[in-house]
């Protein structure tokens, strides 16, 4: 590990101790071998002249629901240094007091709640002090002699304190060894099977001690050739996508919500699933215990026999509870938050998208942690009793909640055809909107980099091409965990034509793109709609179904054909919960397939101007994609929970459909 310190860059952030204290905090939170996702806090000490002119001390510590990746200046809560010192010398302090003490300390009442390690930052007595869960020192700490170890790399410069419960419980046991401890002496202190604290009046300094410190756990690691490669880089991708589908269905039936679930099958995944002893070292612990919020204790293992793997672990979480529980606590949810499937890679869960990179990310470090202990003697983190008190407390599942989405599609997953341009840019942007992941395809590649949006993955696809559909739904599922909403959208408009003109190949492919087209995604999409949550398909057929016009048979002949088999799939899928409504919209000018020609052909049919044509329906109003997309979305959410079969004009009314 390097510093990354940049005098230039800090020159920049020299002209407040704030800002330099927000500085390295972020060069911290930036590596991942460091903190994971709002792991780890910092703060700093200054006087500061208070309303009445008196000089007054303040910490300024991480606000709680704050990352040091991405922290600014504000992301510090000021609180009174003495208040907290006073804090840190009663014997007793319930959660409950502590965090109503800690926000009544602050001297600006909308500044974020204080981190709960905010008196253990104000006993330590430098103006800069740094706490991560450095990968390489943790790990050691979880091994057989982990502490020998830990003390025979650090010697006596360094204060190494056994476990105990983050929050006021630690602030006292650091309080209570350090009373005839000279801190100049120290280089830092070590938390077995928790992280590293260090400090210093210089925020430089305290920076690069921490780095200095995990290089002697990381040499120590390399020395005994624990960082050899455990990957297996010939992983390939094999996906079960109906099994993983079901695997999604159920622990999402556990947790009582929509999930995504993701597969991961990087050569680190893969590898440690092929390991003969994957079982025994993955049933015992996390790398930290603030991680047990994100991922469980444990993960489940994944055998491909997906309601008999999660009765399992259900029924071990359960017993877990009942050994470890104290009176007043419920039991949370049994489910899963990531399996390891044996030789084929991990799969992880979560409510959405962020949630499952959180975890994913945790159990890359995971991974990599638990096989270099196991070089080093044997994996050992800390014990369940410990964990469970973690996993538990209030204040840790209150991060949980902080984070919460509650969005209306969240956890859910749509495909959606034609999403480049117009109806299905629409319908793409509303789900994402909704709270929905979005599998966009299109033909067009600009499709790739239309949304940077974690949830939205888009994919080229030729609708016309069986193949093509089947890759780009594997890869979804690998993605996402399975599929709730079709929205059949991809579509061309052929060249006006009569019929007794209209030559054989133009027709021909009106009907492929315009009929056949959507039979083959829904065909392809059935097996994966069926497990999944109140699953749905919208058809996006058109006006010229209820009331054709002259020159367009093809089109209008195609989108009959679709709109009929739309009905027929209404019939054939109601057994499996699947509803599928079909949209009738009319003269959507801002699409793909309403070039200038199109339109200047269609409003000569009609004997009108282009401006005429464009709201020639009862209201006068103009159609957008959007109004198309919202309705899309509408029979996809709740409103339409209990239709089926049904055929929705978006026109702006239209006499002879009417
Ligand atoms: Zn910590």
């Known amino acids: 590990m390097k510093s990354q310190w940049n005098e230039s860059e800090a020159e920049g952030f020299k002209k407040s101790s704030l800002e330099l204290r927000a500085y390295t905090s972020r ?56 208040t907290l010192n006073k804090l840190a010398k009663l014997p007793k302090l319930s959660d409950t007091d502590m965090v109503r003490e800690l926000k009544a300390a602050l001297i600006d009442p909308s500044a974020p709640t204080p981190s709960v390690e905010a008196i253990l930052h104000a006993i330590i007595p430098f103006k800069y002090v740094d706490h991560t869960h450095a990968d390489a020192v943790v790990t050691i700490s979880n091994t057989e002699n982990g502490e020998k170890r830990i003390k025979e790399i650090y010697g006596d410069n360094m204060l190494i304190l056994p476990y105990c419960m983050p929050g006021f419980v630690l602030s006292k046991q650091v309080y209570e060894a350090t009373l005839d401890l000279d801190w100049a002496k120290l280089d830092g202190i070590i938390l077995l099977n928790h992280g590293v604290f260090t400090f210093d009046d210089d925020a430089k300094i305290s920076y690069e001690k921490m780095i200095t410190i995990v290089n002697k756990a990381e040499s120590y690691l390399e020395k005994n050739g624990c960082f050899k490669s455990r990957e297996d880089k010939d992983a390939q991708a094999i996906i079960e996508a109906e ?13 009582g919500q929509p999930i995504i679930a993701h597969l991961k099958t990087d050569s680190l995944s893969v590898g440690l699933s092929k390991r003969q002893d994957m079982q025994s070292i993955m049933s015992r612990g996390p790398v930290t215990p603030d991680h047990i919020i994100h991922t469980k204790r444990i993960p489940m293992f ?68 638990v096989q270099w202990a196991e070089a080093l003697g044997g994996w050992k983190p800390l014990d369940e009793g410990n964990l469970f008190d973690v996993e538990y407390w209030e204040l840790e599942q209150a991060k949980l909640k902080r984070g919460a989405g509650g969005s209306k599609l969240e956890g859910m997953v749509a495909l959606v055809t034609g999403a480049a341009s117009g109806i299905g840019k629409a319908c793409a942007l509303e789900l994402l909107n909704e709270g929905a992941c979005v599998v966009a395809i299109d033909i067009n590649p600009d499709i790739e980099k239309m949304c940077s949006n974690s949830s939205y993955f888009g994919m080229v696809c030729d609708v016309t091409h069986t193949a093509s559909i089947q890759k780009v ?42 009929l056949t087209s959507h039979m083959r995604v829904l065909r392809e999409s059935i097996p994966y709609l069926k497990h999944g949550f109140n699953p749905s398909v919208v ?84 159609i957008t994609s959007r109004d198309v997309a919202k309705a899309a979305v509408a029979f996809a959410g709740d409103l339409f929970m209990k239709t089926t079969g049904a055929q929705l004009p978006v026109d702006g009314g239209n006499e002879r459909v009417i």
Not at 474 to 499: C, E, V, W, Y
């Open 27 to 82: 060069l911290l939170g930036k590596d991942s071998n460091l903190v994971l996702h709002g792991g780890g806090n910092t703060s700093l000490k200054e006087k500061i002249i208070n309303i009445f002119g008196e000089e007054e001390e303040i910490l300024y510590v991480k606000g709680s629901g704050y990352d040091l990746k991405v922290i600014p200046p504000e992301g510090f809560s000021p609180a009174r240094l003495e």
């Open 243 to 255: 099994v993983v589908a079901s695997y999604r269905k159920e622990v999402g039936l556990i947790i």
């Open 302 to 369: 994944a055998t491909g026999e997906v309601k008999k793997d999660i009765d399992l672990f259900s029924s071990d979480y359960q017993a877990y509870f009942e050994r470890n529980k104290k009176p007043s606590l419920t039991c949370l949810d049994h489910a899963p938050r990531y399996a390891v499937w044996k030789n084929k890679g991990i799969l992880i869960f979560g409510p959405n998208k962020k949630r499952v990179d959180v975890v994913s990310d945790i159990t890359d470090h995971t991974i990599k942690c």
């Open 473 to 514: 739904i594997l890869a979804s599922i690998q993605k996402f965990g399975g599929l709730d909403i079709l929205i059949s959208n991809a579509g061309s408009f052929p060249k006006s034509s009569d019929l007794s003109r209209i030559d054989d190949e133009s027709w021909t492919k009106a009907i492929e793109m315009n």
């Open 539 to 622: 058809i996006v057929a058109s006006k010229n179904v209820p009331a054709p016009g002259p020159g367009a048979s093809a089109y209008s002949s195609a989108k009959a054909g679709l709109t009929q088999m739309a009905r027929v799939a209404a019939l054939e899928l109601a057994e499996h919960g699947i509803r599928v409504n079909v949209l009738h919209p009319n003269a959507v000018f801002d699409t793909g397939i309403w070039s200038e020609e199109v339109l200047n052909s269609r409003a000569k049919h009609y004997g009108t101007t282009v401006e005429g044509y464009k709201r020639s329906n009862l209201l006068k109003a103009e």
